[in-house]
């Protein structure tokens, strides 16, 4: 059972960055994609990004693309969202996923999901 514990949450101003880790145990990571998801007070769990299991390519939904920055280090089982010049809309609890599909599209779902950890950017 691979388990993903998240860390790297906590309050910034606007303008702001982040740097979140996900590190994974009981399995290695190098043959899965994995991902970013967050979820803001009231609203429904979204995608953020994803990066394939080689670290090969990713992907980065566009209220992200040129802020956010998804890599991972297989030796070290963990992957990296960097999150620079923060919006108070970015606040939310951001979580790690795991998809057993290698090639990070995350078109059938997602297999394991860590806990979460807490973002929030004030304005």
């Known amino acids: 059972q691979v388990q993903l514990q998240e860390s790297g949450g906590g309050v910034v101003q606007a303008g702001g960055s982040l740097r979140l880790s996900c590190v994974a145990s009981g399995g290695t990571i190098s043959d899965w994609a994995m991902g970013w998801f967050r979820q803001a007070p009231g609203k429904e769990r979204e995608f953020v990004g994803s990066i394939r299991s080689d670290g090969s390519r990713t992907y980065l939904e566009d209220f992200v693309k040129g802020r956010f920055t998804i890599s991972r280090d297989n030796a070290k089982n963990t992957v990296y969202l960097q999150m620079d010049n923060l919006k108070p809309e970015d606040t939310g609890f951001y979580y790690c996923?795991?998809?057993?599909?290698?090639?990070?599209?995350?078109?059938?779902?997602?297999?394991?999901w860590g806990k979460g950890t807490l973002v929030t950017v004030s304005s």
């Open positions: 996923a795991a998809d057993s599909n290698p090639t990070g599209l995350w078109a059938y779902g997602t297999d394991y």
